[in-house]
């Protein structure tokens, strides 16, 4: 998901990912549980993994992965926050940053940024023209 806070700032979380051996820089995010509306997943997200409550959550679609390969559907949001987290203590492993709209495309011009789906997720932002900067 998309997240941006009431002063214009993204978190993004990084976290090593085993399949590529590295560290990734990645939007919050994670999976839906049993029982759970993929709304309702988004707000969890947001909140164990940047100590953020959602304000505003717009569905931004459906994304697949990889069509020639696995069976995964991956849903995109726009989330807004009207605050930044004081203090947050992350989950095991990951770690949190906050970047504005300039870093992050910095970020994903220079590589660093390169998870497909969660570049889906911005390309998405962006064609709905909402305002970033």
């Not at 820089?25 to 953020?52: I, K, Y």
């Not at 504005?100 to 390309?123: C, P, T, W």
Request: hydrophobic letters at 40%; charged letters at 25%; proline letters at 4%.
């Amino acid at each position: 998901m998309f997240v941006r806070t009431a002063c214009g700032q993204i978190p993004i979380i990084r976290q090593y990912r085993p399949t590529v051996e590295e560290f990734t820089w990645e939007f919050p995010a994670g999976t839906v549980d049993a029982g759970e509306s993929a709304d309702d997943a988004a707000r969890r997200e947001l909140l164990e993994e940047t100590g953020l409550a959602a304000d505003e959550v717009l569905f931004l679609g459906k994304q697949y992965p990889d069509t020639g390969r696995i069976q995964v559907e991956s849903y995109g949001y726009y989330v807004t926050t009207p605050f930044q987290a004081a203090r947050r203590v992350c989950e095991e492993g990951l770690m949190l940053r906050y970047v504005n709209h300039v870093e992050l495309k910095q970020m994903i011009v220079s590589g660093d940024f390169r998870h497909s789906v969660h570049l889906a997720i911005y390309a998405a932002v962006l064609a709905r023209g909402i305002e970033l900067d």
